[in-house]
């Protein structure tokens, strides 16, 4: 097409002339009649062309080419402000038409103007309505997000301002993105009101890019912490152990507290924190209080630094003063209690042991855990003391006289005592006559009469009980008492009372698989074994059944009876037998005296006689039968 046009454009240059030079010549000759076509050159065509060799044709398209820019839906180019209005701005990007964007997308250029260059993003190359769409705001977020992932790459420290707050964090501008900053990302302190940095310009650190949703997340605190980190390696390269530094605490926890020793934190363990126990740090320091605090270990990989605050001042136990020695009186406060006694502290940092054998002067097991209580004070005796070691050992009980020095003169043997149930273990109970002196009562020495499971089924713990002296062993300091030897053993008694045999009603008053346990009278109690409980109607016995029981056992010794409900109905039943039997037994010996006295007296016999005797001997033949049967 543009070879045509060219060519054309030369024929028509060559054509004027050729006309006028026909027009001059017209005008001189005389007037000739023609036709219409007679003055037409039909051999012009052929000489008005020019040709071109295919280099020039070749230089010819590329420069009609140039005029032509490539464009791309979604691609970034460089415009030009051609025009403007109160609303839009016209753009040529060398299309075949211009853009429009709403002037709102200039706001940030202040006095643009026709002629300006600005980067845009072209949206469609026709929309619906065959308009070129542009877009200044997404191209900058094109360039923006670019800038943004090459940062978050290299590392590189970018300046944003926080334009508004949102839920957990804020919202930064950084190259006209928006971006997002979390509470926990903006100072390495906790920060509770964001409203603060809203409309600030600050530094911030890109540390995470999401390319799908092109979603970018900033932090400021990561640029403290940096700066910090550095803090800490120019800190700590100047470090020695046992070197003095003034520090803030920042901090206090249940372990310990925080020192800010100038960019680098120290830790401060309670237990470096005072020579006396506390329970806390915050009974020794505050927040925000300046000490002074000594190195006493750091380790340079992982930046951790341990300081001491009770080394600056002497260890109490190098300043012990003068009266506390063996045996001298003291006074401490529970600071810590175990299973094998209780710490008092007598001075800040001087503790002593006192230990349960050093309680009481009795030989009952005491629990340090309810005997102590925290906090409470108590006077001591110092029994052992070692400054080398640091220990100390007191003693409560030598604060009194040991009693057990004239225990044979006090608690004689056989004499009568009351005392107060102290302990119930499963074998005795264990009865404290006065402080310090105390002894156990075996199970089997509460009664005469009731066996029990259990001491507790007949005392309980802080009950008063009368005892008898059994036995001393002063050595072990312990008495051997007894309950039911207040009272005389009722046993001989009984042996006359229950005899074996004898029947006597009982309660059953316990029963399992193996027998029940049968409550006789004045309280004594007997035992009937399965077998013995079988009833005479097969009916079975049960707890709170009054029957007759007979004694088939009775050891002394043991102070065991063993009874029997079936042997007495046994018994009954045989005795009638027996009564029966000899009642027959009886009737047959009067029968055979009868005939031997019928059988005597006849000498001849009559038909009456014999009917008579014939009587007599089926009599004694049933009889005899009669006894057979009965055996």
Known sequence: MAENNITNEQNAEQQ????????????KKAPVVETAHDDFDWSVDKRNVSSYSKEEKAKYDETYDNTFKVIEENGLLTGTV?????????????????????????RDLQGLKVGDEVEVLVVEKEDRDGNLHLSRKQARQQRAWEKIVEVYKTGEVVTGTVTSKTKGGLIVDVYGMETFLPGSQIDVKPVTDYDQFVSKTMEFKVVKVNEAIRNAVVSHKAL??????????????????????????????DFGAFIDLGGLDGLLYITDISWGRISHPSEVLQMDQKINVVVLDFDDEKKRIS??????????????????????????????????????????????????????WASTPINAKEFFKLGEEYEAVVVTLSKDERKMSLSIKQLTEDPWATIETKFPLDSRHKGIVKNITPYGVFVELETGIGGMIHISDLSWIKRFNHPSEYTKVGSEIEVVILGIDKDNRKLSLGHKQIEE?????????????????????KKDE???????????????????????????????????FMIIEFDRSEKRILVSHTR??????????????????????????????????????TLGDLGALAELREKLKQNEGDEKKGE
């Open 568 to 605: 007495v109905w046994e018994q009954a039943k045989n005795e009638e037998k027996e009564a029966v039997a000899k009642e027959k037994r009886a009737d047959a010996d009067k029968t055979r005296k009868a005939v031997k006295n019928i059988q005597s007296k006849v000498e001849k016999a």
């Open 16 to 27: 004027a002339p050729a006309a006028a030079a026909q027009e001059a010549t017209a005008t």
């Open 489 to 509: 053993d009722p046993w001989n008694t009984f042996e006359t009372i229950f005899p074996i045999g004898s029947v006597h009603e009982g309660t059953v008053v």
């Open 307 to 360: 300081l001491g605050y009770k080394q600056l001042t002497p260890h109490p136990w190098d300043t012990l003063p003068a009266h506390i020695t063996e045996g001298a009186r003291v006074k401490g406060k529970v600071v810590n209690i175990e299973d094998y006694g209780a710490f008092l502290e007598i001075l800040p940092g001087v503790e002593g042991l006192v230990h349960v054998s050093e309680i009481s």
């Open 82 to 106: 051609v025009g403007l209005t109160k609303t839009d701005v016209v753009i040529n990007i060398g299309f075949k038409s211009d853009g429009l964007i709403s002037l709102n997308e200039f």
């Open 224 to 253: 403290i912490e940096s700066d910090i980190e550095q803090q800490r390696v120019d800190i700590i390269s100047k470090l020695e152990k046992g070197q003095v530094l003034e520090g803030t605490i920042k901090n206090i926890t």
């Open 514 to 548: 193996k027998g029940a346990t049968v409550q006789l009278q004045y309280g004594l109690e007997a035992y009937a074994p399965a077998r013995h409980l079988r009833t005479e109607d097969e009916k079975p016995i049960s707890v709170e059944d009054v029957k007759e």
